[in-house]
Nanobody, 125 residues
Framework: VQLQASGGGLVQAGGSLRLSCVAS????????MAWFRQAPLKEREFVAR????????DYEDSVKGRFTISRDNAKNTVYLQMNSLKPEDTAVYFC???????????????????WGQGTLVTVSS
């Protein structure tokens, strides 16, 4: 199984980026997908989650209204559209997958089965 994240970069505050995560080696539609982020010297934190079919979404409070998670099961890809970026959004962003049978909290990173390698987002002020 491989999750390949991309799309990070350097952007000014107020700008936008779209992250992508392409999955291989698993039946993508059988997995809920999530994005986490980790800033220097901080713990990995939940950003957003989308159910296997895309009908159920969760967002961390600080990104609500600015970030949008979506998926294309035909392309085995999950996206994170990030608008109105702030310097505090600077972090390495990771995609993660958990089996669709899971029904607990999605905020805990330890419940995820697979992780991507991360893509760096830097927001300058």
């Amino acid at each position: 199984v491989q999750l390949q994240a991309s799309g990070g970069g350097l952007v000014q505050a107020g700008g936008s980026l779209r992250l992508s995560c392409v999955a291989s080696g698993l039946t993508f539609s059988n997995y809920a997908m999530a994005w986490f982020r980790q800033a220097p010297l901080k713990e990995r934190e939940f950003v957003a989650r989308i159910s296997w079919g895309g009908g159920s979404l969760d967002y961390e409070d600080s990104v609500k209204g600015r970030f949008t998670i979506s998926r294309d099961n035909a392309k085995n890809t999950v996206y994170l559209q990030m608008n109105s970026l702030k310097p505090e959004d600077t972090a390495v962003y990771f995609c993660a997958a958990v089996g669709s049978g899971y029904t607990g909290s999605y905020f805990n990173p330890t419940i995820y089965d697979y992780w991507g390698q991360g893509t760096l987002v830097t927001v300058s002020s």
